[in-house]
């Protein structure tokens, strides 16, 4: 009994500290801008639990200064959202950079266009999802398992018929070691502040934060040991 408990102690405990991660870098079509510029970072690596929350959004307790920049992307450019453990960055050798191993479920970018892209306020914005990275049935990998080998590094392509002008970017890893039951799932998530240039006339349909994810939705409560499929949360992955 006693090694039992020691074991059961030490699962739980490696379940709730393995998610941390924090996106906090910016790349646009393979350089980096640097720690902290043109993303909203928040100042810890505590997941967000409650979908009807505001911070579910863009997070909250940002580094300060928040940075004013606000990245060009071109329209059809790839962007690289970097993650790592810590809201500081790298900081030195670390077996959770970027984030546990043990930790698994998908990654997911969304946009959101609005008049300015350094304006505080991100509540009634219209985010469609551009990527999504879940669990591939073939090799039985997820997108967190992905963004570990990639050294915290999720790379995906801005839609190249998008109408100009800025918006926010929402890059979110989740994690579903405790997401059996409602409230268990860990959302983590940053915005970044970019101005996408040329592409189209193209504004899709967008959902809302909160409200795009329901606590009754397959993607956010499962139960991750033996799922041989699994479906991310949200809308479809817009493509142009």
């Not at 009754?216 to 699994?230: A, F, K, L, R």
């Amino acid at each position: 009994m006693k090694t039992f408990s020691t074991l059961s102690a030490l699962a739980i405990l490696a379940s709730s500290v393995s998610a941390k991660t924090v996106f906090s870098e910016l790349g646009v079509n393979g350089v980096d801008l640097g720690h902290g510029v043109a993303v909203r970072v928040p100042s810890t690596n505590t997941g967000i639990t409650d979908i009807t929350s505001n911070n579910l959004i863009c997070n909250t307790n940002f580094v300060q200064p928040v940075s004013s920049v606000v990245a060009t992307v071109p329209a059809g450019s790839t962007v690289t959202a970097h993650f790592h453990h810590l809201s500081a960055g790298y900081v030195g050798p670390d077996p959770s950079e970027p984030l546990d191993p043990t930790n698994k479920g998908p990654v997911l970018a969304y946009l959101a266009r609005v008049p300015d892209a350094t304006q505080s306020t991100v509540t009634g914005l219209q985010w469609f999802k551009i990527w999504q990275d879940g669990l591939d049935s073939t090799t039985h990998q997820w997108g967190s398992d992905k963004l570990f080998i990639n050294k915290g590094n999720a790379t995906f392509t801005i839609p190249s018929c998008l109408q100009a002008g800025q918006y926010l970017l929402r890059v979110e890893s989740i994690s579903l070691l405790d997401a059996s039951s409602y409230p268990g799932a860990q959302f983590y998530m940053s915005c970044a502040q970019i101005n996408i240039t040329g592409g189209n006339k193209v504004q899709p349909v967008g959902v809302a934060f909160p409200g795009a994810y329901k606590s009754t939705d397959p993607g956010i409560v499962t139960n991750i040991y033996g799922t041989v499929s699994y479906t991310p949360p949200g809308p479809a992955v817009f493509s142009c």
